[in-house]
């Protein structure tokens, strides 16, 4: 029974000390996803200042008070 304790109280101190070394790393950048040739870049999403539908920022039209989904939705919000 003491053998199990004590193999517990090291499973719990090598959990801590790992813990702690991870999060005290603070120069190293987070992991990014590998990007893998001849897949496509990633496209910016950004919500209409309307109806927050979300779009890809090459097809929002931009206003005066933001980006919208059409043209009714920038007429709307910019009252022209």
Do not use: F
Not at 32 to 54: F, K, L, S
Request: proline letters at 9%; a positive charge.
């Amino acid at each position: 029974m003491k053998y199990l304790i004590v193999i517990v109280l090291a499973l719990v101190v090598v959990w801590i000390w790992r813990s702690n070394r991870q999060a005290g790393q603070p120069g190293k950048p987070p992991r990014q996803a590998a990007v893998r040739p001849g897949q496509p870049a990633a496209t910016e999403v950004v919500a209409c200042a309307v109806c927050a539908v979300h779009l890809p920022r090459a097809d929002a039209l931009p206003g005066g008070q933001g980006l919208y989904c059409s043209d009714a939705h920038r007429r709307q919000a910019e009252g022209g």
